[in-house]
């Protein structure tokens, strides 16, 4: 049986997508190639980023800002001497993009007018921390980015 050049392309083309097509199955079939989205309501959390980049404004226009640094001990978050301990309060979301499995929240509860977040809790990586915090009534948002040793 002889094969033109015309009958090779097709098939050469049929061989081509059955290898694509085999691989985007097996990605999508296999729970270890997790393909989330890095927010699960994108629109309607996308609704409101005027307000979450006031907020970002605020807490950029503070003379004194809280820092976030990784320690020893785990993530310290620490505002300045000046903040009430009892008037802040929010949320810290550690964010790990490789994984969404280990994102989890902290209430903001300052002791001496700090909070730390323990060691056992993070593993090595990259981490994005997420603070909304809100003191006397003005909201504010402060992002920082780490890496956990």
């Known amino acids: 049986m002889k094969i033109n050049w015309g009958t090779g392309i097709v098939i050469a083309f049929g061989l081509f997508m059955t ?48 820092s976030i640094k990784y320690t020893d001990s785990g993530v310290a978050v620490t505002f300045p001497a000046g903040f009430e301990s009892d008037k802040v309060q929010g949320n810290i979301l550690l964010y790990r993009p490789s994984n ?33 915090w809100q003191y006397e009534g003005k909201k504010y948002l402060t992002k920082e980015v780490i890496y956990v040793n």
């Open 19 to 66: 290898f694509i097509l085999y691989f985007v199955f097996e990605v999508q079939s296999n729970s270890k190639y997790d393909n989330d989205l890095v927010v699960e309501e994108y629109y309607k959390h996308d609704t409101h980023f005027q307000e979450e980049m006031a907020r970002i404004q605020n807490a950029h226009d503070l003379q004194h800002k809280p």
């Open 100 to 132: 969404k499995k280990f994102d989890f929240n902290t209430k903001i509860a300052l002791t001496n007018s700090s909070i730390v977040i323990p060691q056992k809790k993070l593993i090595k990586g990259r981490w994005d921390v997420n603070m909304e």
